[in-house]
């Protein structure tokens, strides 16, 4: 974990970006100290970034909304720590503080899965991590990615990958550019994937064919691109430390893994967690994090393992090969093991 003082500018800066992103929120949290005031910054499954304002005191009306158009004054260093954040609607906050402190901490998220959609979820969940790493890079800087992952961020400007949104909505707030082209070519190299290869020199000229190429992934002939790619952020994620919850939960969620493991070995799978096989079969553990500052989080949302499952007819090299498009594969995502089993 990384804490350090934030300065004035730093701390403005951050609440002023919040703002514009209508994301501002001032939380008390349920651990350390109750009079300390919390500030989310990027929080999501890769990072957890916030300021703290410590012994805050807050004088003015403490409403959760902060629309865009709220602005932040900084109130002159010899009347103390201080802030007023001034609503649209002319009521103000005034924020002062001892200290203003930034926490940022790293961690592992290649196991990560949320299936809001359906349909192409081994893509999609590459989209939602290299997302995820994007954000943090684009947010925190280049210090908060290791050299695997800076070699892949590109990927998310590469608009036949990004085609396969995890959300409901379209993902054309990130930018196209040559370097996601040069990206994917490299990475289909690597797979020796010739037949995608030979498209996208295609699409270096006729860039309207973005569907095409987004659809031609869905095809079990580029299983070993997938692979690359997600081996690939399995080793650029294995980088950093697992979330610590403390000794209670983490004894909780290592005993979950475990009896996963046990319940699907005891079904004849082979492997170790989170991939498991049988026969024409792989079952694959995906998981939900919470965020380890309790109170940073939505109260109802916990940990839990949900699974990929997916069924050729051939026994498969590629994780979650089932999942690609073609007569006799069979793949759908699952919150329980029973209903497998």
């Known amino acids: 974990m990384k804490q350090s003082n934030a300065t004035e500018q730093q701390l403005e800066n951050g609440i002023r970006e919040l703002i514009d992103c209508g994301a501002l929120e001032l939380l008390r949290c349920l651990e350390g100290n109750p009079n300390d005031m919390y500030i989310p910054y990027m929080m999501n499954d890769a990072m957890e970034n916030y300021f703290i304002l410590t012994e805050c005191t807050a004088v003015g009306e403490l409403k959760t909304e902060f629309p865009r158009g709220t602005t932040v004054e900084r109130v002159p260093e010899h009347q103390g720590n201080s802030l007023i954040l001034h609503r649209p609607d002319g009521t103000l906050l005034t924020l002062q503080y001892q200290q203003a402190q930034e926490v940022q901490q790293l961690y592992q998220y290649h196991t990560i899965g949320h299936f809001w959609r359906d349909g192409q979820e081994q893509w999609r969940q590459l989209v939602y991590i290299i997302g995820t790493i994007y954000d943090k890079w684009n947010y925190i800087g280049a210090e908060s990615c290791n050299m695997a992952e800076q070699e892949l961020l590109p990927l998310m400007t590469f608009a036949p990958f990004r085609y396969w949104s995890p959300i409901h909505e379209e993902l054309d707030f990130y930018p196209d550019s040559e370097a996601g082209l040069d990206c994917m070519e490299l990475l289909a190299k690597q797979a020796g994937?010739?037949?995608?290869?030979?498209?996208?020199?295609?699409?270096?000229?006729?860039?309207?064919?973005?569907?095409?190429?987004?659809?031609?992934?869905?095809?079990?002939?580029?299983?070993?691109?997938?692979?690359?790619?997600?081996e690939k952020l399995s080793r650029a994620a294995s980088d950093y430390p697992v979330r610590d919850y403390g000794m209670v939960l983490n004894t909780r969620i290592a005993s979950q893994r475990r009896q996963v493991t046990e319940m699907l070995h005891q079904h004849g799978f082979e492997g170790r967690y989170p991939c498991f096989r049988k026969n024409t079969m792989q079952v694959v553990a995906a998981e939900e994090h919470p965020f380890t500052v309790f109170g940073l989080e939505y109260a109802d949302f916990t940990f839990r393992i949900q699974f990929m499952v997916s069924h050729t007819k051939e026994p498969q090299p590629v994780w979650n090969a089932g999942f690609f498009e073609g007569t006799g594969r069979i793949a759908h995502s699952l919150s329980e093991l029973e209903a497998m089993l």
């Open 193 to 230: 994937d010739t037949a995608y290869l030979s498209l996208l020199r295609q699409y270096r000229q006729h860039p309207d064919m973005t569907e095409q190429l987004a659809w031609e992934l869905a095809k079990p002939e580029h299983r070993a691109l997938y692979q690359v790619i997600w």
